[in-house]
């Protein structure tokens, strides 16, 4: 996959795709579905093009983080799903400005050059939200390019989106998530220097940030864990606690992943934390020695579901 993080001088190779437009957050099953629309369309290459930062964090910057994905763990999920372009346009006040017709032609046609182009049936775009997708259905006859509109993916009685996504992670049900996303929710980042209280109790962690990010439920979590790159590249099982570690009065919530049969050094590697089931909340115990055996059971508990998978 050839990623640009600006959509000025593409090359010609880089022009030409069947481009789903969208944030893409969590990249779950209808994205999914959008994504199939413009594979299946024609032999143009398949192009996505979303923005970066989320216009929700450019309007809303001091909002509560919502993301369920950072740039990089959307680019991977992306890639996998067989995307050739990802173009991550800068999104700023010049591009939130224009109008629908100069953002078709600046960026769609004069840009791009696009040649088949899906939205969801809800697409908005241009200042203020001003073009709808039936717009962008008029402007695609008027530019010369093919425009697909995508209907709202509905599994039993929930319409699949970001929103009921982040509700089942704040309430602990990662399975139900993982139903919508079509894949485990995972949370991706560099692995970074923690305290080094888990080596001290017998369980190393690999602690990643949850900066800017949608927060689960804190607890604890049996997890698939994929370390994608160093020499330690490959998927493990393992156990996750997120929160703030009350038993050491912890301010910063972060994720730390002890990884089962493994003892290597990770820092600096980036890893990604694919949660599957809810364990237990976040407690304070009554002394070390009492959190040594919970964290027993946990890995206990943890590696009879990862087995069972």
């Known amino acids: 996959m050839q990623r640009h993080s600006s959509i000025n001088d593409l090359t010609d190779e880089n022009r030409g795709a069947s481009v789903a437009i969208g944030n893409f957050d969590g990249v779950h099953l209808g994205h999914q579905a959008v994504l199939d629309i413009a594979r299946d369309w024609g032999n143009a290459p398949l192009g996505v093009l979303t923005f970066e930062p989320h216009p929700r964090e450019f309007f809303a910057p001091d909002a509560p983080a919502f993301r369920l994905m950072n740039s990089d763990a959307r680019a991977h999920r992306l890639e996998k799903l067989g995307v050739a372009q990802l173009y991550e346009m800068p999104f700023n006040r010049d591009l939130s400005s224009l109008t629908p017709d100069e953002f078709v032609k600046q960026v769609l046609v004069d840009a791009l050059g696009v040649a088949h182009v899906v939205v969801g049936a809800d697409f908005c775009f241009g200042a203020k939200r001003s073009g709808s997708a039936q717009d962008l259905v008029d402007l695609g006859e008027k530019y010369g390019f093919a425009v697909t509109l995508a209907q709202l993916l509905e599994r039993t009685d ?72 160093g020499p330690h590249a490959g998927n493990y099982h393992g156990a996750s606690s997120i929160g703030v570690r009350p038993m050491f009065d912890g301010e910063v919530p972060n994720c730390e992943t002890f990884l089962f049969d493994f003892s290597a050094d990770l820092y600096g590697s980036r890893i990604s934390v694919g949660l599957v089931d809810y364990l237990r909340p976040e407690l304070k115990f009554n002394g070390l020695e009492a959190l040594i055996k919970q964290m027993d059971e946990d890995c206990d508990q943890a590696r009879a579901i990862l087995t069972a998978l």
Request: aromatic letters at 6%; charged letters at 20%.
């Open 158 to 229: 929930l319409t699949v989106s970001s929103t009921q996504i982040r509700n089942a992670l704040t309430e602990g049900r990662p399975r139900d998530a993982a139903e919508m996303l079509g894949h485990w929710h995972r949370i991706e980042g560099e692995v970074i220097t923690g305290e080094q209280r888990g080596r001290e109790l017998g369980f190393p962690t690999a602690n990643i940030s949850l900066a800017g990010l949608h927060q689960p439920r804190f607890g604890v979590y049996a997890v698939l864990v994929e370390v994608l790159d």
